[in-house]
């Protein structure tokens, strides 16, 4: 059974961090609400008694405060349910991962890896004798089109729906390698072997990607896919020490 050593965080956070606004902005909404209702009552008193309609405009300019931020209530409950589906979907993964590998290999979920001043945010990061192995999860449903070369897919999540224009992941996920590369490097660690790896977690999400080098695998194939590596180098026990602890000291 492998290790696990961090959890996903990030997600955690932004979680957290919608539903305290959210629950903040039904307050103000409440408080906006009433408050201009007051007023536009108070303005029409006025109005009837000949004082003029400049309490109503500001009751009424105000009533279009709470309408703005119940917008934004929305917005943030359909992102809440994004980064929960996301959330759920990194924690299955981490999870079968665990079971599946054995004790020489080590999880480290939302890593970030910086060299200068660039950085990488990486969903999972598998250390093993084998290899390093940097996972980039996706939940997308529907068909998922594209070329491992361009970078943007397209998403169709279902029959007859227009397309969605997405990120090519596998070029994310290139990415967050060269960056591990060279903040290995900065750490004085050689390490050459290091391979990208593309899960997807729905299953009713199908990728067609042309001219693919790297594998998209479900979850239960990445565990099978990080077992099978050879790599030409096998790395010692002290050799994935070093790489744990310098990890570590990121977080």
């Known amino acids: 059974m492998a290790r696990i050593l961090t959890d996903e965080t990030t997600l955690t ?123 980039e999860t996706k939940t997308w449903r529907g068909v998922i089109e594209g070329d491992e070369q361009e970078a943007f897919w397209e998403q169709v999540r279902n029959p007859g729906d227009k397309p969605i224009r997405l990120r090519n992941p596998i070029m994310q996920n290139r990415r967050q390698i060269s960056m591990l590369r060279l903040w290995l490097e900065d750490k004085g660690i050689n390490w050459p072997d290091i391979y990208p790896v593309l899960v997807s977690k729905s299953a009713a999400g199908e990728f067609r990607i042309r001219n693919a080098t790297v594998p998209t695998l479900r979850p239960a194939e990445a565990a099978q896919h990080i077992s099978a590596q050879v790599s030409d180098r096998t790395y010692t026990e002290a050799d994935v020490t070093a790489v744990i602890n310098e990890l570590m000291r990121t977080l």
Do not use: C, M
């Open 13 to 135: 956070r932004k979680r957290s961090f919608l539903k305290k606004e959210s629950s903040a902005l039904e307050k103000i909404v409440l408080l906006e609400a009433g408050l201009a209702g007051l007023l536009a009552v108070a303005g029409i008193v006025l109005l009837l008694l000949g004082k003029g309609p400049a309490l109503l405009i500001v009751g009424l300019g105000l009533g279009l405060l709470p309408t703005g931020h119940w917008l934004k209530i929305r917005e943030n409950e359909k992102e809440h349910r994004s980064v929960s589906a996301g959330l759920k979907g990194e924690q299955q993964v981490t999870r079968l991962l665990k079971d599946s590998l054995g004790n020489d290999s080590y999880i480290l979920n939302d890593i970030t890896v910086r060299h200068g001043w660039k950085r990488a945010q990486i969903d999972h990061l598998v250390v093993t004798p084998r290899g390093i192995f940097v996972i």
